[in-house]
């Protein structure tokens, strides 16, 4: 994918830190989110060392801070720009440059989360972002 294109569709993949197959969601993305995200998704693999298993076997409801996918959600944040290196999550810039297919859905979720658990580390960190998210909006959260 062009770079100009990967930077546009940075600015409003994350839905929900969606990209498993949508089993939860009942929000579906555009195709040119759905490729990124899926380039997204296949980025961070490579970079944590999870498996595909290890990524399908997540369970959000019975395991939502899964040490095996706590890397992976972080690096999915700081890859789409949702946080930065020093790990504080980019409220504004996410607000600002969203889908608009996904906008409304996501600032009503994102709007939930401002406040979470800093956790012991930047992957701790993106957990509970990632949880939160799930929790403000369970109809539509998705991993990517």
Known sequence: MHKAVVKMWSRSIFVFF????????????????????DELHDLCIKRTGITEDDHLAYDIINNPHDEK????????????NWMNKDGVIQYDWIEENLHQDIKEIVIAALRKCKT????????????????????????????V
Not at 18 to 37: I, M, S
Not at 121 to 129: G, I, V
């Open 18 to 37: 969606g990209l498993v197959t949508l089993t939860y969601a009942k929000l579906e993305l555009p195709p040119e989110l759905q490729d990124y995200a």
């Open 69 to 80: 996918l706590q890397c992976y959600i972080k690096c999915l944040m700081l890859e789409a």
């Open 116 to 143: 979470i658990n800093e956790g012991a580390n930047l992957c701790e960190k993106a957990s509970h972002f990632n949880a939160c998210m799930y929790e403000a909006d369970r109809e539509n959260w998705f991993l």
